[in-house]
């Protein structure tokens, strides 16, 4: 079974840019979370989709921060513009369904550096 | 108060020894709870999951979980080096019905060979 895929793995940017990062879940995977991990912190979710619905957004920075799931699958995770507090690891996870016990895979991330 | 808390470490133990990892959280409501391992520089992978009262074991991991004193940890038997990584505690509140899971930052685990 192929994992959560994730790209690019790797991207450095100057502060006020723009960034995208782009996420393929587990195939048939409802559920996908995008997740900000800064050094030394755990994991802090930014948006959880239900299919292509949004079902928490309440700690993405929306002034900045946009994601979309185009037809249930894939996502991608805007940032415009950016900040240095931006630098940290994205994680994108899937679940198979969005309920209780459900246990979420995460893909390999996609480490940002803002300078 | 942070809604999951863990001692961020490091935790040193030597080979072999029992390491035990703990975590609080803070509401009551919690439904279930994660145990992930993250090496240096990786992504985290599920271990354990625990969602009713009392230990749960699979393997070399024990999870436990005290729900009337909101805490949850994991024991690790016959340590390994291989172990050494970050272990972080996760939270499902599950409101509304769906998946709310919140993460502590991590306990670092170091196993001495």
């Known amino acids: 079974e192929a994992g959560v895929a994730q790209s690019p793995r790797y991207k450095i940017i100057e502060k006020r840019q723009s960034v995208a990062f782009w996420c393929n879940p587990i195939?048939?995977?409802?559920?996908l979370y995008w997740y900000q991990q800064i050094l030394g912190q755990g994991p802090k979710l930014l948006i959880q989709f239900q299919n292509n619905g949004v079902v928490d957004d309440s700690q993405l920075p929306k002034d900045r921060f946009s994601a979309e799931r185009l037809k249930g699958v894939d996502s991608t995770l805007k940032i415009q513009p950016a900040k240095l507090e931006d630098s940290a690891v994205y994680l994108c996870?899937?679940?198979?369904?969005?309920?209780?016990?459900?246990?979420?895979?995460f893909g390999q991330g996609t480490r940002l550096t803002v300078v | 108060q942070k809604e999951v808390e863990q001692n961020s470490g490091p935790l040193s133990v030597p080979e072999g020894a029992i390491a035990s990892l703990n975590c609080t959280y803070s509401?009551?409501?919690?439904?279930?709870f994660f145990w992930y391992r993250q090496y240096s520089g990786k992504s985290p992978e599920l271990i354990m999951s625990i969602y009713s009262n009392g230990d749960k074991e699979d393997g070399r991991f024990t999870a436990q979980l005290n729900k009337a004193s909101q805490y949850v940890s994991l024991l690790i038997r016959d340590s390994q080096p291989s172990d050494s990584a970050t272990y972080l505690c996760?939270?499902?509140?599950?409101?509304?019905?769906?998946?709310?899971?919140?993460f502590g930052t991590g306990t670092k685990l170091q196993v001495i060979p």
């Open positions: 509401d009551r409501v919690s439904q279930s």
């Open positions: 996760a939270v499902n509140q599950a409101p509304g019905g769906y998946q709310k899971v919140t």
């Open positions: 195939s048939g995977h409802a559920t």
């Open positions: 996870a899937s679940s198979l369904t969005g309920g209780m016990n459900t246990e979420a895979f």
